[in-house]
């Protein structure tokens, strides 16, 4: 799983169950709670399906100007872009919206980047 719980939730087992699944567990070479967790979302995923993979978006010039005039750090604005790119065509026009909602040199640079291949 990968992630540690950040809030502990008790099961009750009968003295049998918890021997099962304690040796269960070993032989996964897991902790009885990983194995427990690892087991129960394998069964929420076969009732209701496998959790949905979320898939970035490209940024669009307004999400940008918004994030800028919500005084967003340009660095997250920079990272965001170079993890999802962007959606827009770096035009004049565009480059003016983005001047009169206070874009730095760095983040410019960044942009114009990544519209080129």
């Known amino acids: 799983m990968g992630r540690r719980l950040g809030e502990k ?7 049998e ?7 269960a567990a070993k032989r996964q070479d897991m902790s009885l709670s990983s194995f427990v967790a690892k087991a129960a979302n394998g ?3 076969r009732v209701l ?8 978006e490209p ?10 005039k ?5 660095s997250e604005i920079e990272g965001l872009i170079q993890a999802n790119g962007i959606s827009f065509v770096l ?16 983040l ?4 114009y980047k990544a519209v080129r291949p």
């Open 9 to 15: 939730v008790f099961s009750y087992f009968t003295t």
């Open 17 to 23: 169950e918890r021997k099962r699944l304690d040796l």
């Open 43 to 45: 069964e929420a995923d």
């Open 49 to 56: 399906g496998p959790v949905p993979v979320f898939v970035p």
């Open 59 to 68: 940024l669009s010039l307004d999400r940008i100007v918004q994030a800028l």
């Open 70 to 74: 919500g005084r967003t750090k340009e």
């Open 91 to 106: 035009t004049e026009q565009a480059e003016k919206s983005l001047r009169k909602a206070g874009v730095g040199p760095e």
């Open 108 to 111: 410019l640079l960044r942009i």
